[in-house]
């Protein structure tokens, strides 16, 4: 079938916290017929279960919850992975999956995503209230000079300070997939 890749493709979708990574992924999964992982959602799933205790505890559930995501990615065998990917640790956190893969960067300003990161509502379990504004602000802008990623294959960056179509981003995946 021309315009799929010989196994499904592993999708990253990458960017700053409030980028819109899952504002993407979610629709990207559904043009693909991928599954979609969410590291939020795991971990979420982990402080309902096992409750919450402060940032340390919600960084050491962000292990945890990176660990499941890529034992079910592994065995699905082709997936949406979306997560915020630290540049230092991806390679080897995803070092398991078998390739293609494809990075769907999520290019947003910085600023612009740390606003929506001051306006958006999480679980308590990330424990964003035990940190010093300043510092967060901060981190979005030193973390936006190592994104893309660029590790891991082929990439697709996507504005996603405007409406994303998706379909052409899908499309751009399957094809960076190929080539990959």
């Known amino acids: 079938m021309r315009g799929v890749p010989p196994s499904p493709p592993f999708v990253v979708v990458s960017g700053l916290a409030a980028s819109g990574k899952t504002s993407v992924a979610q629709p990207l999964a559904q043009a693909l017929r991928l599954r979609l992982i969410s590291k939020d959602a795991i971990k979420e799933a982990l402080f309902e279960a096992v409750g ?7 960084k050491t559930l962000s292990r945890a919850a990176d660990a499941a995501m890529v034992r079910i990615a592994h065995d699905l065998g082709g997936a949406v992975l979306d997560n915020f990917w630290y540049a230092e640790t991806v390679d080897e956190l ?7 893969i494809v990075e769907v960067f999520c290019r ?3 600023g612009v995503a740390y606003e929506r990161f001051r306006r958006r509502d999480r679980h308590p379990g990330h424990a964003d209230d035990e940190r010093d504004a ?8 030193a973390r936006a000079d190592k994104l893309p990623l660029r590790v891991l294959g082929p990439v697709v960056e996507v504005d996603t300070e405007r409406p994303v179509d998706v379909a052409s981003v899908a499309t751009r995946v399957l094809e960076a997939a190929n080539r990959a």
């Not at 919450?52 to 919600?58: A, D, H």
């Not at 995803?94 to 293609?100: D, G, K, Q, V």
Request: glycine share 8%; proline share 12%.
């Open 134 to 141: 300043d510092s967060i602000r901060s981190s979005f802008f």
């Open 52 to 58: 919450s205790g402060g940032w340390e505890w919600s």
């Open 94 to 100: 995803l070092a398991s999956l078998p390739r293609p």
């Open 108 to 110: 947003c300003a910085p």
